[in-house]
């Protein structure tokens, strides 16, 4: 495995757009997205061209690419980005022939630490569907910690669903 986890250009947009679009009615199901709520293609990369145009300072998500052997086989989006303070990442990994490979909890860490970087967070949380196995277990052994279960509307292609919130949080520096 060669895994390459970077920020997504705009160019590149189509791999989120695509993966929701693409999924099977059981694969949402599974990650608690609404195919009822998705936007329009179009619609959606006009979003992210403005996005794309705001400074990192100001905008409302920053999107990773996770590549293996030069190929997309996932990504990461962070949103309900407070700067300097926190974020909510999401995961994904898209090529179904990469699931279950280990892939996952090597893109989540450094995933992690470009969101820490580029958004100098304190936390960072994530908030699966509780019944999905796979990005719960991930978290934990990326080290996330476990906080609570609950039932919400996580975002806003979602239905109401149990999510488990878990938080990763950065060491306090050490002054010398």
Known sequence: MSLVVREMAESEVDLIIDYFHASPPEHLELIGVDRERLPKREDWRAYYEVVFRQPLE?????????????????????DKIAFGRHAHMHLHVTAPDQRRRGLGGEA???????????????????????????????????GFRYLKTHITVPGPLNFRQPVTRWVISRPAKLDS
């Open 108 to 142: 989540v860490r450094r995933s992690v630490e470009l969101y820490f970087e580029q958004l100098r967070l304190k936390r960072l949380f994530c908030e699966p569907h509780a019944f999905n196995a796979a990005p719960n277990r991930t978290l934990r052994s990326a």
């Open 58 to 78: 100001r905008r409302e998500t920053l999107l990773l690419t996770w590549l293996d052997d030069e190929r997309p086989v996932g990504f990461s989006s962070a």
